[in-house]
Structure formats: C-alpha cells, structure tokens
C-alpha cells in the first residue's frame, strides 16, 4: 500500500519537474586542416592544424523561463585540439557563466570575454581565427602574468558583468577580481589592486551598420619578466554591408606604462577589411599594420596581408583556404601565429626585417 502510493505521487509529479527543468543544448564546432609556416633566416614547417577556420570546442548552455520577462541561464565552453584530441582535461576555459536576464538586462558572472576585446573579434573579417586574423604584434597569453597567472587579454576570471538590454543599442561593463588577499605586501610593482579589471564597450548595430568602442585596464600584468604596470587597451571599429561588399575597420591601441625605472610600451594596430559573396562561398581579405610608439623602437613596425575563401557545403559545413603574410621593417621580427600551437616547430619568427608566410586549407563542421 506504502509503495502504491509513494509510485502515484513520483508518476503525478513527473511533469512538474518536467516543466521546472530548462532545455539543455549540447553544441561545439570541429575544425581541421592541412597548413604550412615559413619564416626568413628560420626555416619552415608543416602539419595539421586545428582551428583555421573556427576554434574547436565542445559546450553545453540551458536557459529556463522564470515568467514575468526573466530567464536564467548556463554557458559552459571548452577547446578541443582535433589534430591530438587533446582537450587538456576538457576544462571550461573558454566561458563558464551563470545569468539573470529580465527586461532591465542581463547579470552574468564566471569567466567570459573581456569586453575590450569584443571589438577586436566583431570588426575583424576573419573573426579572430586562423592565419589571417588582426595579429596582436604585443603581448599574448603565455608571456604575459598576472598574481603568479598566466594572463590573456582575451577573457577575464572572477568577473561580474552587465549588458544592456538586446537591441540596436548594445553594451556592457565588466570587473574581475583579482583575489588579493588584503594581508599580502605591497610593492611598486604588485599593488593591492593586483589581478582587478574593469572594461566595458559600448556599440549601435542597425540595418548595414555595425559600430563599437571599448576600454580596458587589467591591474599590475607582468610581460615576460620586463614590465610591471598596469596593461590598457582602447579600440573603436565599424563595418557597413553595401550588399555586393562588407567593409570592417579597427583602430586599436596598447600600452603598459613602467613602474620603478622599467621602461613600458605602447603601439598601436590598424586594420581595414573586407568580405564578399562569391559562387556559393565568401572572399574575404585584411589588411592590418603594428605601429611602435615605443620610445626608441619607432623602427619596429610590421605589416599583414590576408587573403582567403569559405565555401559552404550547407549551413553548418565549410571549406576554407587562406594565405597570410607579414612584412617587417627595421628590427622588428615577428612571426604569422602558431593556430592553437597546432603545427609543431613553427612558432620560429623570422630574422629581423625578414617575412613570415602562412598557406591553410581545411574543413569546418558546426553541430
């Protein structure tokens, strides 16, 4: 009788627990292709690549309706290496965040996207991916620290975020943590504020037309054991679609500014591109220059040139191929990128003045 009954009411609650669980999505993207980097004075090398196209990543994002306007949501995201299949313990290093949305905007919080970097990804025709994309001349993740961290311009952990409601006006502010403990020593080069950062972007997208500005400031960043200060980024950007042509610009410029005698930085990164419908696929071309600004390195320029096509199989597949050079002058010396640090042996960079030239061709599948 006991069993009976407690088997009645777990089957009449069945589809309110039906009704309170939210849709979860399973997506990703898997990329692969065949690339080759050659460098002057530094030799070449060749291999299978990941991410030419499209990062490849594996995720899963739910949102469940809260009535009244509200909804909650998840985003988890993680990168896959599809020449090794090595995920690095599938990690959620991309995006890991939780939200509120309602008619005011939306709160999110985890690691995401900085929003001084949304600009650099919007207004560049290749999106951030592959050889041709806007190369950062400076500093990358990897070389860069903050609090002992590697640090990337690219996302922030520890953040906390709001963006304005969806429409033709879009923006958003975010800080992020650094997780200073208060009873740690201060130094001229590791403030209390070590690890904090504070961006926002403020952007008007409308018919043909898409602009946006943003601003950053990441707190005590350390570059490869040189600088110590606190790391800037300012960029504005636009792209108008004339239908038979889409245009993209990006002006953006970094500095670092030395603490306790250490010289600092800053240069700035031009870019003009341009996509255009052809047979069932897209050209797309970029054209981007490194500017030093930096006292006594005004000879250390460089310059890169990309060309490329995306044929599409359907909605989610792709072929693509591209070519990328840079072009330096004077003692700069920098090289084309190393996609996910996919072709082994090929993050040489190029004797002083020399050129670096990247070829891609592969295959792209969204699920």
């Given at each position: 009788?006991?069993?009976?009954?407690?088997?009645?009411?777990?089957?009449?609650?069945?589809?309110?627990?039906?009704?309170?669980?939210?849709?979860?999505?399973?997506?990703?993207?898997?990329?692969?292709?065949?690339?080759?980097?050659?460098?002057?004075?530094?030799?070449?090398?060749?291999?299978?690549?990941?991410?030419?196209?499209?990062?490849?990543?594996?995720?899963?994002?739910?949102?469940?309706?809260?009535?009244?306007?509200?909804?909650?949501?998840?985003?988890?995201?993680?990168?896959?290496?599809?020449?090794?299949?090595?995920?690095?313990?599938?990690?959620?290093?991309?995006?890991?965040?939780?939200?509120?949305?309602?008619?005011?905007?939306?709160?999110?919080?985890?690691?995401?996207?900085?929003?001084?970097?949304?600009?650099?990804?919007?207004?560049?025709?290749?999106?951030?991916?592959?050889?041709?994309?806007?190369?950062?001349?400076?500093?990358?993740?990897?070389?860069?620290?903050?609090?002992?961290?590697?640090?990337?311009?690219?996302?922030?952990?520890?953040?906390?975020?709001?963006?304005?409601?969806?429409?033709?006006?879009?923006?958003?502010?975010?800080?992020?943590?650094?997780?200073?403990?208060?009873?740690?020593?201060?130094?001229?080069?590791?403030?209390?504020?070590?690890?904090?950062?504070?961006?926002?972007?403020?952007?008007?997208?409308?018919?043909?037309?898409?602009?946006?500005?943003?601003?950053?400031?990441f707190h005590d960043v350390s570059w490869a054991a040189a600088y110590v200060a606190d790391y800037t980024v300012a960029n504005v950007g636009g792209s108008y679609n004339f239908g038979v042509v889409k245009l993209l610009v990006l002006v953006q410029s970094e500095s670092m500014s030395g603490r306790a005698g250490q010289a600092g930085f800053r240069f700035n990164t031009y870019s003009l591109g341009a996509s255009m419908p052809v047979g069932g696929g897209v050209v797309r071309a970029n054209c981007s220059r490194y500017d030093n600004k930096t006292a006594g390195q005004s000879d250390r320029d460089a310059r890169k040139f990309a060309l490329g096509y995306i044929y599409h199989l359907s909605r989610r597949t792709a072929l693509y191929a591209d070519v990328a050079r840079?072009?330096?002058?004077?003692?700069?010396?920098?090289?084309?990128?190393?996609?996910?640090?996919?072709?082994?042996?090929?993050?040489?960079?190029?004797?002083?003045?020399?050129?670096?030239?990247?070829?891609?061709?592969?295959?792209?599948?969204?699920?």
């Open positions: 009788m006991h069993r009976s009954r407690l088997t009645f009411l777990l089957c009449a609650s069945a589809p309110l627990f039906a009704q309170a669980q939210s849709p979860v999505a399973i997506f990703g993207v898997v990329d692969a292709g065949a690339g080759r980097i050659s460098t002057t004075g530094t030799g070449h090398a060749s291999g299978l690549l990941t991410g030419g196209n499209g990062t490849s990543r594996l995720g899963f994002r739910g949102s469940e309706d809260l009535g009244s306007g509200y909804s909650a949501g998840f985003h988890l995201e993680g990168e896959l290496q599809t020449d090794t299949g090595n995920a690095n313990g599938l990690n959620f290093m991309r995006r890991s965040t939780v939200s509120l949305s309602g008619p005011m905007g939306e709160i999110r919080m985890g690691r995401d996207f900085a929003p001084s970097y949304l600009s650099m990804s919007l207004y560049d025709v290749y999106g951030q991916r592959g050889f041709g994309f806007v190369e950062n001349y400076g500093p990358t993740a990897g070389v860069m620290t903050s609090g002992g961290s590697t640090f990337s311009y690219i996302r922030t952990s520890n953040s906390v975020a709001y963006f304005l409601p969806a429409g033709a006006l879009n923006g958003t502010v975010q800080y992020a943590f650094g997780e200073r403990n208060s009873q740690t020593a201060t130094t001229a080069a590791n403030s209390s504020k070590q690890g904090n950062y504070m961006g926002g972007r403020l952007g008007y997208a409308s018919g043909r037309l898409d602009v946006g500005a943003s601003y950053g400031v840079v072009s330096n002058s004077g003692a700069a010396a920098f090289g084309i990128g190393n996609i996910g640090g996919s072709i082994s042996g090929a993050a040489a960079v190029p004797v002083a003045g020399g050129r670096a030239t990247g070829y891609a061709a592969g295959l792209r599948h969204i699920f």
